[in-house]
């Protein structure tokens, strides 16, 4: 069966401080892996994409992911956050075709 | 209780057709999104409903693709002029708050395949 698991609905951090956002996944086949954001009033984003390809993933904004398959993991990151990056991510998996799964999100706040 | 709902589920319609997508949000959800899934890649953002306020249609990819919604409830998504690169899987989604927390639930899709 296939699954995604954001281990922290929420996540707070001060502002130029790192980001981690933590994401693990289950998959019988070789996935392709997202990060969405969703801002207050907006729809997803896509923030950035795994297709098989370099396992670390830069994305928009000056986040990035890294996929570890030995521990099924697509954390997103970045450096130092930003009061904008204030929002909700969600951590996606496609199994193949049109079958996506989303993780249940995590909201990540960040403090001045 | 019923999700969100959208018909129909499967639709394939010859070139230069035009089609209607419909979607049924969960009762008493203000917001309602459409989105386009092509195969293997991931979301893309169409159109945002809000309550009474005018609709963000930032994403919608040409003026082909239009979207209302009635009442506050359904929305249809009308694809005028069908290309064949317009087929996907067309997801809709409405929100709420559920303990505190803004959830977006999403429709099963309308699979589109346009020959």
């Known amino acids: 069966a296939q699954s995604v698991t954001q281990l922290d609905s929420h996540v707070s951090v001060s502002e130029g401080t790192p980001v981690l956002l933590r994401c693990n996944y289950s998959?019988?086949?070789?996935?392709?892996l997202f990060w969405y954001v969703q801002h207050p009033n907006k729809g997803l984003q896509l923030l950035l994409k795994y297709t098989s390809a370099a396992t670390l993933v830069k994305g928009i904004n000056g986040f990035e992911a890294e996929f570890k398959k030995s521990e099924t993991s697509f954390h997103l990151t970045k450096p130092s956050a930003h009061m904008s990056d204030a929002a909700e991510y969600f951590c996606v998996v496609n199994t193949g075709g049109f079958k996506t799964i989303f993780g249940a999100g995590t909201r990540l706040f960040v403090k001045a | 209780g019923a999700g969100v709902s959208q018909s129909p589920s499967n639709k394939v319609t010859e070139k230069g057709k035009d089609v209607e997508l419909r979607c049924d949000p969960i009762s008493g959800h203000t917001a309602l999104y459409w989105y386009r899934q092509s195969l293997g890649q991931g979301l893309e953002f169409l159109i945002y409903?809000?309550?009474?306020?005018?609709?963000?249609k930032s994403g919608l990819p040409s003026d082909r693709f239009s979207a209302e919604r009635t009442g506050g409830s359904v929305s249809t998504l009308t694809i005028q002029r069908t290309q064949q690169e317009d087929s996907a899987v067309y997801l809709c989604a409405s929100s709420g708050v559920s303990r505190g927390k803004e959830t977006q639930y999403f429709g099963p899709g309308t699979r589109l395949l346009v020959l």
């Open positions: 998959s019988s086949y070789s996935p392709s």
């Open positions: 409903f809000q309550g009474n306020s005018a609709p963000d």
